[in-house]
């Protein structure tokens, strides 16, 4: 199965967050510093969340107070165009669970977030009023994950925009070389 057309790398979703809910914040924050061997900094939101860099290519691990009996591990993904992505998904049996939503810079800490991130080297100025929007979602078969559209003023600490490392050419060929290639049917590979 090949595909003829170009792929625009720029429109390939990017997992952003993962986002880990815990029963027990203090728990959950000393077990995964501990894993992660650093320090979790309180994230700029309205509810209990750290977040520390898990990938030098933008990739935060979030932990968070579960919402809901049930709540699992889930990734976030950036896309440019939400709206346009949550109708994709519609058309292809998958559903919103939540959203979207906005994703809103607390008023009364924006002052104070301007100040302490001034000598970030991902500091580009007024952060505006919010994140961005986002949507919780399932694909046909139930899996869940979340979409992002991030604020303009967000794609530097994400690697998004100018800043993201895009999927490479050679990356390309070996997608390519792997669609084209004649693999067995399931059965046939793990049958002994």
Do not use: C
């Amino acid at each position: 199965m090949q595909n003829s057309s170009p792929i625009d790398v720029s429109a390939i979703p990017k997992p952003v967050l993962i986002n880990v809910p815990v029963d027990d914040m203090e728990r959950g924050l000393a077990f995964y510093q501990a894993l992660l061997g650093m320090p979790l900094a309180r994230s700029l939101s309205y509810e209990i969340s750290y977040h520390a860099p898990v990938s030098s290519d933008g990739i935060l691990l979030t932990v968070n107070k579960r919402r809901f009996p049930g709540e699992a591990v889930t990734v976030y993904y950036h896309v440019n165009d939400l709206d346009g992505a949550l109708k994709l998904i519609a058309e292809h049996g998958g559903e919103v669970t939540a959203g979207p939503y906005d994703l809103p810079l607390p008023k009364q800490i924006k002052p104070e977030f301007q100040e302490q991130f001034r000598d970030s080297p991902f500091y580009r100025g007024d952060a505006g009023d919010s994140m961005g929007r986002g949507a919780s979602v399932a694909d046909a078969d139930g899996n869940r994950f979340g979409l992002v559209q991030f604020s303009e003023w967000a794609h530097a600490t994400f690697r998004l925009g100018e800043y993201a490392t895009r999927v490479t050419p050679e990356q390309l060929v070996d997608q390519s070389i792997a669609l084209n290639r004649k693999v067995p049917a399931p059965t046939e590979i793990f049958q002994e």
